[in-house]
């Protein structure tokens, strides 16, 4: 959907990770270390192996030298140093790899270290991640100039898809593919907070922020290599569409509308639709844009108010989505 590829754009969400503690930035200085840390609550361990993990993903500028090294609850520790791999290192703790090889990396010419904390079919006998406070620690060489990093993680531990850092900020959160250059990223802001559901009652499910405020759990950017994302914001939360019977039954009627047809739910999924329809409403009028022109439509028509404060910024992009403002802006082009 790049420049030169007439009638193709895509919308993709920003992600739903606002309000998670998954981002660690900072800068190494040489010869100094660095540490943060995470818990993993007390929880059952699924039967099996290679299915209670914690993922660690660690990036650096190429010209920087780290090693890089995890502490268990117990205080057991595994290490790697740059351009190598620890292996699968089995402890009683569980299984920790630390893999230093992915130095450069062949897209963006970075240094990445890749961490898994899991319960490795490789160990015998097999130790699901122990319950406790674990430590990642970065040291960088006395030769290694100042370099900044990133670190996040995500999870398939005790219930949750992340852990959360001690040091973290909260930025940088928009996920894949939301990153990608091209497309249109769309976060999330608050339409709605009530409606009426089938008893003829006011719903009280309530929401992130008040109408109009960016819904909270809509990631934020920049991206890594700081390009402004998301680019846009669209009404996500809440959104009443066609009602399936999935919805129904596992949240009952209080998400239902008053018609009992319709239901009501929330996410960057529910906002990057606006954005999709906007450019197929653009590429009808001026089917000869590229993906970019029909971005460039969307962005400079988009607008502020007072809860989006000075635009363009890492929250709300170039603004909350406007489609007939874009779709004008678009014949123009």
């Known amino acids: 959907v790049g420049p ?9 969400a920003a992600g739903n990770s606002g309000t998670l503690h998954i981002h660690w ?11 943060n840390t995470f818990s993993v609550p007390t929880y059952s361990a699924q039967s099996g192996s290679d299915n209670d993990f914690v993922l660690l ?21 595994v290490s790697a140093a740059p351009g190598t791999d620890s292996g699968v290192v089995c402890t009683d703790d569980g299984a920790v790899q630390i893999d230093a090889t992915g130095a450069p990396d062949p897209v963006n010419g970075d240094n990445e270290v890749f961490v898994q904390i899991s319960d490795s079919g ?30 996040w993680n995500e999870a398939q531990i005790a219930g949750l898809a992340h852990v959360s850092l001690s ?23 608050v339409d709605k907070i009530t409606w009426l559901t089938p008893s003829h009652t006011m719903s009280n499910v309530g929401g992130s ?9 809509s990631a934020s950017g920049p991206t890594r290599d700081g390009r402004l994302k998301p680019d846009i914001a669209a009404p996500g939360e809440w959104i009443g569409s066609t009602l399936t019977g999935l919805i129904q039954a596992s949240r009952g009627t209080t998400f239902t509308e008053e018609d009992g047809v319709h239901g009501d739910i929330r996410g960057t999924s529910m906002a990057t639709p606006h954005a999709a329809g906007t450019v197929a409403l653009i590429e009808s009028l001026n ?4 993906g970019a022109e029909m971005k460039e439509a ?10 989006t404060g000075n635009l363009p910024n890492v929250r709300f992009g170039a603004g909350k989505l406007r489609a007939s403002e874009a779709a004008a802006s678009a014949v123009t082009i």
């Open 4 to 12: 030169g590829r007439p009638g193709a754009q895509m919308a993709i």
């Open 25 to 35: 930035q900072g800068i190494t200085v040489p010869g100094s270390v660095v540490v």
């Open 57 to 77: 993903d660690l990036w650096y500028d190429p010209a920087g030298m780290a090693t890089v090294e995890i502490f268990t609850p117990t205080g057991l520790s």
């Open 122 to 151: 490789l160990c015998t006998p097999t130790r699901a991640p122990r319950s406790g406070s674990w430590a990642v620690r970065i040291a960088a060489d006395a030769q290694s100039p100042p370099v900044p990093f990133d670190l």
């Open 167 to 189: 040091g973290f900020v909260n930025g940088g959160l928009v996920g894949i593919p939301g990153t990608a250059r091209h497309a249109i990223t769309v976060g999330s802001y």
């Open 209 to 217: 922020n008040v109408p109009g405020g960016l819904s909270s759990f």
């Open 287 to 290: 089917p000869a844009l590229d």
């Open 298 to 307: 969307i962005r400079r028509s988009a607008r502020g108010d007072s809860l």
